[in-house]
């Protein structure tokens, strides 16, 4: 059967990743696979025993890792409006006001809002993140899908990559004009009984094999077996690591992967993330909130004790309204001994979690302790953000380039094809373009104005700006020249600016205090309106004051008599 060894091979890799544990240094053995299934358990709170102890004890689960989890999301705050294109050419600038309010759109109808936000908790969660390039899209990843099979890799060019997909029929009939053997497999699914409705698993496999393996997969013989191919082969059976039959092969230049890590490299591919960095908290944690259930179950009993055998065995059923007890009764103390001390070592594990997760009130949005000064607050978040600002830096370098390759060639060949563009003021750019069209147009009607001031052709170029915008949308007619030479530059800006903002007002608050120069002052005061981007030259101001004349010295009179 032509594959016989890629097929052979492959089968091989998948039962490795799942049996095998791979050592990362001297005495220290790692397998992703019970990694990633450990993640997942503690995902959807399940124990590895079941919900009951040996006793038949209800078993509760205390999450304390989602709300630092969406802690860290809330506090990352990524979202579309964070990537613009930017461009150094002067002439390019109404260029990009066009481009960008493109690329908004298509950021919208791509949906990639929803991908950025699953992009973020993952990235969190998991601690790492794998983007695919599709023919028109990308996808992300789901990690358990995803097996690198060298663990100790550093990134994913170090390693071969399997994904796995599980398909239905009617999936795969929808890929007979592009994949062999696809009659085949559907085949070998229908003559297994025990389903009337076959799942079939493919693999998809982006890595180096040999020559004499990819002339085997093609059907060829020959072949160098120590001469190696970047190639991408797709198999597929109707078993969980049973591939039969090879659906695609063919070479391929680069691997289709952008990756994201939250953590930094300690010997292995899969990153450290929130999930594994609380797994010990949220394991204590459990231990101590159900010792605490149940000792609180028991010390909630009401127990009598007497010395007399005749009494009742239970007060509560056996003695009724207006009988006489002769026996001596006394309550039998229950209480829970130790709970002081499990609340005590609750409450050092939640501040070790805190801690690790760098989810401390000021971050979590939680009150503050009574009497904690303002400015305490801010900078202790200032310096709670600055984790979240180096996590935005190492998004901002994935997302860029992913904007960059897979998408940015997209926008720019829709462009050309477009003949009018549907400017609104939902887009944001509307007003920004109207500004520039205005600009030109009272620099080309100059000469037809009466002599003005300054603030008289604002006034004038405002009055057309509303006069231009005022249906909410502008349809802009585009051409295929006006693009050429067009080579804008992907900017994210998730890099920070919050703290940092902070900070800085903070700064010039302290300097506008102290400056007793009343036009610094002014300039002072101006710079920290610009930081809250408040344009200061579109706010009225107070006409110059008229320099004050310069006094002439009165001759003085005498009272002498000049004779």
């Given at each position: 059967?032509?594959?016989?060894?890629?097929?052979?091979?492959?089968?091989?890799?998948?039962?490795?990743?799942?049996?095998?544990?791979?050592?990362?240094?001297?005495?220290?053995?790692?397998?992703?696979?019970?990694?990633?299934?450990?993640?997942?358990?503690?995902?959807?709170?399940?124990?590895?025993?079941?919900?009951?102890?040996?006793?038949?004890?209800?078993k509760y689960?205390?999450?304390i890792?989602?709300?630092?989890?969406?802690?860290?999301i809330?506090?990352i705050?990524?979202?579309?409006?964070?990537?613009?294109?930017?461009?150094?050419?002067?002439?390019?600038?109404?260029?990009?006001?066009?481009?960008?309010?493109?690329?908004?759109?298509?950021?919208?109808?791509t949906?990639?809002?929803?991908?950025?936000?699953?992009a973020?908790?993952?990235?969190t969660?998991?601690?790492?993140?794998?983007?695919?390039?599709?023919?028109d899209?990308?996808?992300?990843?789901?990690?358990?899908?995803?097996?690198?099979?060298?663990?100790?890799a550093?990134t994913?060019?170090?390693?071969?990559?399997?994904?796995?997909?599980?398909?239905v029929?009617?999936?795969?009939?929808?890929?007979?004009?592009?994949?062999?053997?696809?009659?085949?497999?559907?085949?070998?699914?229908?003559?297994?009984?025990?389903?009337?409705?076959?799942?079939?698993?493919?693999?998809e496999?982006?890595?180096?094999?040999?020559?004499?393996?990819?002339?085997?997969?093609?059907?060829?013989s020959?072949?160098?077996?120590?001469?190696?191919?970047?190639?991408?082969?797709?198999?597929?059976?109707?078993?969980?690591?049973?591939p039969?039959?090879?659906?695609?092969?063919?070479?391929?230049?680069?691997?289709?992967?952008?990756?994201?890590?939250?953590?930094?490299?300690?010997?292995?591919?899969?990153?450290?993330?929130m999930?594994?960095?609380?797994?010990?908290?949220?394991?204590r944690?459990?231990?101590?909130?159900?010792?605490?259930a149940?000792?609180l179950?028991?010390?909630?009993?009401?127990?009598?004790?007497?010395?007399?055998?005749?009494?009742?065995?239970?007060?509560?059923?056996?003695?009724?309204?207006?009988?006489?007890?002769?026996?001596?009764?006394?309550?039998?103390?229950?209480?829970?001994?130790?709970l002081d001390?499990?609340?005590?070592?609750?409450?050092?594990?939640?501040?070790?979690?805190?801690?690790?997760?760098?989810?401390?009130?000021?971050?979590?949005g939680?009150?503050?302790?009574?009497?904690t000064?303002?400015?305490?607050?801010?900078?202790?978040n200032?310096?709670?953000?600055k984790?979240?600002?180096?996590?935005?830096?190492?998004?901002?370098?994935?997302f860029?380039?992913i904007?960059?390759?897979?998408?940015?060639?997209d926008?720019?060949?829709?462009?050309?094809?477009?003949?009018?563009?549907?400017?609104?003021?939902?887009?944001?750019?509307?007003?920004?373009?109207?500004?520039?069209v205005?600009?030109?147009w009272?620099?080309?009607?100059?000469?037809?104005?009466?002599?003005?001031?300054?603030?008289?052709?604002?006034?004038?170029?405002?009055?057309?700006v509303?006069?231009?915008?005022?249906?909410?949308?502008?349809?802009?007619?585009?051409?295929?020249?006006?693009?050429?030479?067009?080579?804008?530059?992907?900017?994210?800006?998730?890099t920070?600016?919050?703290?940092?903002?902070?900070?800085?007002?903070?700064?010039?608050?302290a300097?506008?205090?102290?400056?007793?120069?009343?036009v610094?002052?002014?300039?002072?005061?101006?710079?920290?309106?610009?930081k809250k981007?408040?344009?200061?030259?579109?706010?009225?101001?107070?006409?110059p004051?008229?320099?004050?004349?310069?006094?002439?010295?009165?001759?003085?009179?005498?009272n002498?008599q000049?004779?």
């Amino acid at each position: 059967m032509n594959g016989e060894k890629v097929l052979s091979k492959i089968k091989h890799e998948l039962t490795s990743y799942e049996t095998d544990t791979f050592e990362i240094s001297d005495g220290y053995y790692f397998s992703a696979y019970k990694l990633i299934k450990r993640i997942m358990m503690f995902k959807n709170q399940q124990y590895p025993t079941g919900k009951l102890d040996s006793q038949g004890n209800y078993k509760y689960w205390y999450d304390i890792i989602s709300p630092r989890c969406d802690a860290e999301i809330k506090n990352i705050d990524f979202d579309t409006k964070d990537i613009l294109l930017a461009s150094d050419a002067e002439n390019d600038a109404g260029r990009l006001i066009i481009a960008n309010a493109r690329l908004g759109q298509f950021l919208k109808q791509t949906g990639q809002a929803a991908k950025l936000n699953e992009a973020v908790e993952r990235g969190t969660e998991w601690g790492n993140l794998v983007a695919k390039k599709l023919k028109d899209d990308y996808k992300l990843l789901d990690l358990n899908n995803v097996m690198v099979l060298n663990q100790t890799a550093e990134t994913l060019e170090d390693s071969d990559v399997i994904e796995k997909e599980i398909m239905v029929s009617s999936d795969l009939r929808k890929k007979m004009e592009i994949w062999d053997n696809v009659k085949e497999l559907i085949d070998e699914g229908k003559s297994d009984e025990k389903k009337t409705s076959p799942d079939f698993f493919i693999y998809e496999r982006n890595g180096e094999i040999t020559e004499q393996e990819y002339n085997d997969a093609k059907g060829k013989s020959g072949g160098d077996k120590n001469k190696y191919i970047l190639c991408k082969v797709i198999v597929g059976g109707n078993k969980k690591n049973d591939p039969k039959h090879i659906l695609w092969c063919d070479e391929v230049k680069k691997k289709p992967y952008f990756e994201y890590h939250r953590g930094k490299y300690s010997g292995r591919w899969m990153r450290v993330g929130m999930f594994e960095v609380l797994f010990d908290a949220e394991t204590r944690a459990n231990e101590i909130g159900n010792q605490i259930a149940r000792g609180l179950e028991w010390s909630s009993k009401t127990i009598f004790a007497s010395e007399d055998k005749v009494l009742a065995q239970n007060i509560l059923t056996d003695l009724q309204n207006g009988d006489v007890i002769k026996g001596k009764i006394t309550q039998v103390s229950v209480r829970m001994e130790g709970l002081d001390q499990l609340i005590a070592d609750w409450n050092r594990i939640m501040e070790i979690a805190d801690k690790l997760a760098n989810s401390y009130e000021v971050v979590s949005g939680a009150n503050l302790p009574s009497g904690t000064p303002f400015a305490l607050a801010n900078l202790q978040n200032a310096n709670a953000n600055k984790l979240f600002d180096f996590i935005r830096e190492k998004l901002t370098i994935t997302f860029t380039d992913i904007i960059s390759e897979w998408v940015l060639p997209d926008i720019l060949k829709d462009l050309k094809s477009l003949d009018i563009l549907k400017l609104t003021d939902d887009a944001g750019f509307l007003q920004r373009y109207a500004e520039m069209v205005i600009d030109e147009w009272y620099i080309n009607n100059l000469v037809s104005f009466p002599p003005h001031n300054q603030e008289i052709a604002q006034v004038i170029k405002a009055e057309k700006v509303q006069e231009l915008i005022k249906d909410k949308e502008l349809m802009v007619k585009l051409s295929r020249e006006m693009w050429d030479g067009f080579k804008p530059r992907v900017k994210v800006v998730i890099t920070g600016e919050n703290y940092q903002l902070a900070s800085d007002l903070e700064t010039l608050k302290a300097f506008i205090t102290l400056e007793q120069d009343s036009v610094r002052r002014t300039a002072l005061i101006e710079k920290a309106m610009a930081k809250k981007n408040i344009d200061v030259s579109k706010l009225p101001k107070s006409p110059p004051q008229p320099l004050p004349q310069p006094t002439q010295a009165q001759p003085q009179v005498s009272n002498k008599q000049v004779v």
